[in-house]
């Protein structure tokens, strides 16, 4: 697999399952634009880890839950990359907080959908009128949007399920103009997201539970991302990918 004189934007790129994708798509020669917006230093660390060696980068500080924010960001990535968006990863998004039912408001159901949802769809929007034929988008969805994920989660996991029944329209519209569209349903990955969010002994019974017995990396999740964005995958669209050590099966 190989991706030389491609451009691929990844958002959320600058840390975590985002670094690794950003740092697997240009080690096979992509030229990435990372998007980052709370964190700045470790989307510099990335754009550093690239360039030491002998990638091609940019970073963008931008907001995905605004629809002009996500405008300038594909604009910015052509301005130094190319004209042409090659490979479009739609990383950001997160839980935010564990909330039940009760617990939630409109205003942080709004959020968690703006987040993890709206943004996938103004990046389409965005990014698709300068995607040429053989372009990939990468949708990451999660395990939760299968399973309706763990306790106070509802709108996190309501949101991922909706990613990747959008992951699945885009396959059919997209592929008359030879874009494919795929998703990643994550499981337990070793982020600082489950560091966060995810009590210990949950993580130990998770990984317990798992056929692998383990929690996966992101460099994982990072490869199958590379080989959807690669032509070895040349006819696989509107397919949403379980990574999660046999945990689950769709």
């Known amino acids: 697999m190989e991706l030389t004189g491609k451009t691929a ?7 975590d399952i985002g670094r690794a994708i950003s740092l697997k798509l240009a080690s ?3 030229k990435v634009a990372i998007n980052y ?17 002998g990638g091609e980068a940019i970073i963008v500080k931008a907001d995905l839950t605004k629809w002009d924010e996500c405008f300038r960001l594909v604009e910015e990535t052509r301005s130094a990359l190319g004209e042409e968006v090659n490979i479009l990863v739609n990383n950001a998004g997160g839980l935010v907080a564990r909330k039940t039912l009760c617990e939630m408001d409109e ?8 987040l993890n949802l709206k943004s ?21 969805a999660s395990q939760a949007g299968r399973d309706g994920g763990g306790g106070g989660a509802s709108a996190y996991a309501t949101s991922k399920g909706a990613v990747m029944t959008f992951t699945r329209s885009m396959s059919k519209e997209l592929g008359p103009k030879g874009i494919r569209v795929n998703a990643l349903c994550p499981g337990m990955i070793a982020t600082t997201f489950h560091d966060t969010f995810t009590p210990d002994n949950v993580r130990e019974s998770v990984a317990g539970k798992t056929p692998l017995r383990r929690e996966g990396t992101p460099d994982e999740v990072a490869n199958l991302v590379a080989c959807l964005a690669s032509t070895e995958t040349s006819f696989v669209t509107g397919a949403n990918f379980d990574i999660n050590g046999g945990l689950a099966f769709s």
């Open 9 to 15: 934007i990844v958002t959320g790129g600058g840390r």
């Open 28 to 30: 096979m020669g992509a």
């Open 37 to 53: 917006y709370n964190s700045p230093a470790d989307a510099e660390e990335t754009l550093s880890m690239i360039k030491d060696a």
């Open 107 to 114: 205003k942080f159901w709004d959020h968690l959908m703006a």
């Open 120 to 140: 996938v769809f103004m990046m389409h929007k965005a990014a698709v009128p300068h995607m040429p034929k053989g372009g990939s988008i990468i949708n990451l």
